[in-house]
C-alpha cells in the first residue's frame, strides 16, 4: 500500500470516529451516519489497497 493511500484511509477512518463521537455528544443523527459512512470508507479504502498489494 503507498503511503499517501494508506495515510488517506487512516485519516477517512479517523474523521469519521471524530464525526461519529460528535454526532453522539450532540444528539445528532445526521452526523454520528456521516461519520460511521466515513470509516466505511476508510475501512474499504484500505482494504482494496491490501488486495491491490497482494496482486504485485
Known sequence: MGADDKFE???D???GKV???VGDVTNDEGLR???KT???KG???EAV???KDAFK
Open 9 to 11: 484511509a487512516k485519516s
Open 13 to 15: 477512518q479517523f474523521t
Open 19 to 21: 464525526k461519529e463521537g
Open 49 to 51: 489497497e491490501k488486495v
Open 43 to 45: 475501512h474499504l479504502k
Open 38 to 40: 466515513e470509516q466505511a
Open 33 to 35: 451516519s456521516e461519520g
